[in-house]
């Protein structure tokens, strides 16, 4: 099993920054994966970012390229996500998730994101 908690959701003005946090716990030896995703309201939930535990090799979202970046300390067991120069309609929940190699996936509970002047 592995527990992920987020954390650093705010309210932030468009062309801000702000850098979210997923601290994970539990069986992370088995942890191949990680991402951010979002969900805002009325919405699907949609892949911003992911990034491989050992390799650090990371994935955008297109929306999100060249202002986003995922990165991880293995050491903390944490991921985490700058976000600069955020949009309004960037406004959502954010989940954190982590994929087993064997598939199993876990999420976080979200954290409350608001891009707005």
């Known amino acids: 099993q592995v527990q992920l908690v987020e954390s650093g959701g705010a309210l932030v003005q468009p062309g801000g920054s702000l850098r979210l946090s997923c601290a994970a716990s539990?069986?992370?030896?088995?942890?191949?994966?990680m991402g951010w995703y979002r969900q805002a309201p009325g919405k699907q939930r949609d892949s911003v970012a992911i990034?491989?535990?050992?390799?650090?090799?990371?994935n955008y979202a297109d929306p999100v390229k060249g202002r986003f970046t995922i990165s991880r300390d293995n050491a903390k067991n944490t991921v985490y996500l700058e976000m600069n120069s955020p949009k309004p309609e960037e406004t959502a929940v954010y989940y954190c998730k982590a994929i087993e190699l064997r598939g199993n996936a876990y999420w976080g509970q979200g954290t409350q994101v608001t891009v707005s002047s």
């Open positions: 990034i491989a535990m050992s390799s650090g090799a990371t």
């Open positions: 539990g069986s992370m030896f088995s942890i191949t994966v």
